[in-house]
């Protein structure tokens, strides 16, 4: 294969031949992708038929150029197949966007460990608030979102449905946060795919920003087809259901904030961390001085010995610590362990390249993943019918801004 051969043979350097004119089909495809090296480099990929033109190296990241939405999802599947791990990549209009992301996410990756403990303070301090507003939350709302978000044919981020369901959701976090004139509920829409972000703000005293996130769409097959039975009730309904009951509670108990809350439901995570790049992006390119991201992607298939594993790459080290210092103090009866995605295998990434302290608390260790994802079979009853382990990450979540907060 071309590009394998073009890794191989060149080494290191620049490696391009091919035009880089706009697509004629509309510039709106997102083509250009940055993935990790390693997919390039088994005997395996030498058969494929992909046309993918390798822009360039950078350590363990691969610029490439992709003629067709068909090689995305080859890239996925010889990353499920070969690799043993999910396809991971990011996804660019332009050539120079890729290039910009490297180059940026290097830098901003340097200083990363030590900015968090700068912006951060790790100490736990506000007992009696936290557990007497984890008792709050409830497994039967979890579940209610969790229902209706998989009941959309899907939410795929080019489908009507995909559209839908954020309008569904933007409501339903609009009427649980009516009584509040200190909470808005706003669209951030992307170019180029029509399914908008939804984020839901409580205003604090300070302009520092905690974000408690996940993807919103659904997908189904390596092409993701626009008409694809996509329910994505674990990936990731269950996650946005997890974000919403933070919402919830916090705006129902009259939780008034020092810092400003931020909930995110981002578009278009399944075709390349489009909506969270792009949110994340711009916070950085605003100034915004963001002290802490939790992403919350896959929280309802219990699985595991433990109860909860932290993803220990591309997130911030110190803050995954003070998750577990979380656990240990607020949710004694549960277990916890650490394991590795294997690549930026979903937001939390799109903070972590742009230099925010972000952590992933997952439902289990990813060799005993939900096989059912990205499927017409995730559902909820493939889960057990309930929500139960979805409110242990409610409640961590929860704990996690206050005492970020405070
Ligand atoms: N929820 C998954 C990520 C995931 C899967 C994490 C299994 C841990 C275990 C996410 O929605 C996803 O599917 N991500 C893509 C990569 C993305 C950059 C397109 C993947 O893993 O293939
Ligand atoms: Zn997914």
């Given amino acids: 294969m071309k590009f394998t051969q073009k890794v191989l043979v060149a080494g290191l350097s620049l490696l391009t031949i091919n035009s880089f004119a706009q697509d004629l089909n509309g ?13 390039f480099t088994s005997t395996q990929s030498l058969h494929s038929e992909m046309q993918l033109d390798v822009i360039k190296v950078e350590k363990d990241l691969v610029i490439a150029k992709t003629k067709r939405m068909e ?62 507003t984890i008792s709050k939350a409830q497994e039967s709302s979890i579940r209610g979102v969790i229902e209706k978000m998989s009941s959309f044919h899907n ?5 009507e449905t995909g559209v839908q369901s954020q309008q569904w959701l933007k409501d339903h976090w609009t009427s649980l946060t009516a009584h509040r004139n200190d909470i808005s509920v706003e669209f951030f829409n992307h170019s180029g795919f029509p399914q ?12 520092d920003i905690i974000v408690i996130g996940g993807h919103a769409d659904s997908i189904a097959g390596w092409w993701g087809r626009t008409n694809a039975h996509a329910p994505g009730a674990d990936d990731n309904a269950s996650g946005t259901a997890t974000v919403t009951e933070v919402l919830k509670v916090l705006a129902q108990s009259g939780y008034q904030p020092e810092k400003t809350i931020k909930f995110m439901a981002y578009a278009a995570e399944e075709v390349g961390l489009l909506g969270s790049k792009d949110i994340a992006q ?12 939790m992403q919350l992607d896959m929280t309802n298939f219990n699985n595991s010995n433990d109860d909860i594993t932290i993803i220990t790459d591309y997130t911030n080290e110190a803050q995954n610590n003070f998750l577990g210092s979380l656990i240990d103090t607020y ?8 394991d590795t995605c294997g690549y ?36 909820l009853d493939y889960m057990g019918g309930t929500a139960d ?8 979540a929860l704990s996690f801004v206050i005492e970020l907060d405070r």
């Fill in 27 to 39: 510039n709106h495809e997102h083509n250009y992708i940055v993935t990790g090296k390693d997919l």
């Fill in 71 to 132: 090689e995305r999802a080859e890239i996925s599947h010889l990353a499920h197949e070969e690799h043993k791990r999910c396809g991971g990549y990011f996804a660019f209009q332009t050539k120079e966007e890729a290039l910009k992301f490297v180059k940026e996410s290097q830098e901003n990756m340097k200083g990363q460990q030590d900015y968090s403990s700068l912006v951060a303070d790790y100490t736990l301090n506000q007992e009696d608030l936290v557990r007497d």
């Fill in 155 to 159: 939410r795929y981020y080019k489908s």
């Fill in 196 to 207: 908008p972000s939804v984020i839901a703000t409580i205003k604090g005293k300070s302009d």
């Fill in 282 to 293: 711009t916070h950085k390119r605003e100034g915004k001085s963001v002290v802490g991201v």
């Fill in 331 to 338: 949710l004694p009866e549960l277990t916890w362990g650490r």
């Fill in 344 to 379: 930026a295998c979903s937001d939390h990434a799109s903070w972590t390249a742009q230099g925010f302290p972000a952590s992933t608390p997952f439902e289990t260790r990813k060799r005993e993943m939900n096989g059912r994802i990205h499927t017409s079979r995730d559902t």
């Fill in 389 to 396: 382990h979805a409110l242990k990450f409610a409640k961590l």
